[in-house]
């Protein structure tokens, strides 16, 4: 029986391999990340993500970011199976889950928008590790808003200039190329670009320290020209680029959610098994059997609504934006309280820098920010809600 993934609640939303899939990548997980041990600060999560990304690609997870014409595992991208990648990826380290989660966000406006010979050059080295994504979209002055990004790109003959800084970007300095948005100079709205890291132009500026551990910084476009061939769909269409691309893989992050919700369910229950007070274990005392009880509950709904949104993706229906900001909005929200409860059940114990319980407390808050705040969920459901009686 698996500890964290379990495939019985989900069984309904998901095919024959699958579940194959699921025992795979639980088992690389156990046997290949728990053995390297928690993180000590950023600095180490940057090396170790560099490594992490080898272990990905080596075991062939990478391919099911990216479509089979590229390398990829299947015709398209399978959502459900990313979904299960993140979940079990989550439960043992927060740091895998986020380097496959930026090969998908990286390379996903590429594969929908690219030209063949954008997807060429970089979509089968996605696939076998040897590229590591990045997404730049957020500034300091454009989290939530994006259309109010003040990246500027400049068109120049068969030339792009991007001027202009993005803020919170996982892998920044890291990355081998940045699917970047900015704002069309032309008037146009927002265009999206992929940008090499060795492009003229183009800086790392700084890492930016999160409480848990993770390859977080700055990155500046100081004059940077890309090729007018590097653009991603029409000029002005960044914004729906961006959009569609979050809406697709945002159930990947609910899953993400549910990987880290399910890891500090089975150490609080674990623990309540085998910690005696006053005689006898804590599993016996009723309000620690309450909170079990509303973890696991928390933790079976996220699951249900993840992988109905995940197949909905991959199967391309039009109330995925709905299912997944549902999804999104309920896991996240979910694991933060499920992660809260496991400390309590641990007490002194879960505030310990050493246990997975803490390390989870710091790493499950970001979930509620990124990738579209649970405000922002809420606002997207109700629109979505709304336009249906119209």
């Known amino acids: 029986m698996s500890r964290f993934l379990d495939t019985e609640t989900i069984a309904p939303f998901l095919e024959a391999d699958h579940f194959e899939l699921a025992e795979a990548i639980e088992a690389f997980a156990a046997e290949k990340l728990a053995p390297l041990g928690h993180l000590e600060d950023d600095a180490e999560a940057r090396e170790r993500a560099t490594e992490v990304l080898g272990l990905l690609g080596e075991a062939g997870w990478c391919r099911y970011s990216v479509p089979a014409d590229y390398g990829g595992a299947a015709p398209g991208i399978d959502f459900v199976a990313c979904c299960l990648i993140r979940d079990a990826l989550a439960a043992v380290s927060p740091l895998a889950d986020s380097v496959f989660a930026l090969q998908c966000l990286g390379s996903l406006p590429i594969a929908l928008h690219g030209s063949a010979e954008l997807k060429q050059a970089w979509l089968p080295k996605v696939a076998e590790g040897s590229a590591m994504a990045g997404f730049a979209m957020t500034e300091a002055n454009a989290g939530s808003d994006v259309k109010s990004i003040e990246t500027v790109a400049t068109r120049v003959g068969d030339v792009y200039v991007l001027n202009g800084r993005k803020h919170f970007i996982t892998n920044a300095g890291l990355a081998d190329f940045y699917s970047t948005f900015a704002r069309d100079e032309g008037g146009e709205g927002l265009s999206c670009f992929v940008v090499p890291a060795d492009a003229d132009g183009y800086r790392f500026v700084a890492a930016q320290v999160l409480s848990a551990p993770h390859p977080l910084g700055e990155i500046a476009f100081e004059d940077c020209r890309v090729p007018s061939s590097s653009r991603l769909g029409a000029a002005g269409a960044g914004f729906e680029i961006g959009m569609e691309t ?112 803490d390390h989870l407390y710091r790493s499950v808050r970001a979930l509620r920010i990124y990738e579209g705040t649970s405000e922002i969920q809420q606002l997207v459901i109700a629109r979505e809600l709304l336009s249906k009686t119209k």
Do not use: W
Request: proline fraction near 1%; aromatic fraction near 4%.
């Open 246 to 357: 979050l809406a697709r893989l945002r159930a990947t992050v609910a899953a993400a959610a549910c990987g880290m919700a399910a890891r500090a369910l089975a150490e609080a229950r674990e623990h309540a098994e085998r910690r005696q007070q006053f005689g006898k274990s804590l599993s016996r005392f009723q309000l620690i059997q309450q909170k079990l009880a509303l973890m696991a509950t928390d933790l079976a709904a996220s699951r249900l609504m993840t992988y109905r949104a995940a197949r909905g993706a991959a199967n391309g229906e039009r109330n995925v934006t709905l299912r997944s900001a549902m999804a999104k909005f309920h896991a996240s929200e979910a694991a933060q309280r499920v992660v809260d409860q496991a400390v309590q059940v641990l007490g002194g114990a879960g505030v310990l820098a050493s246990h997975p319980v």
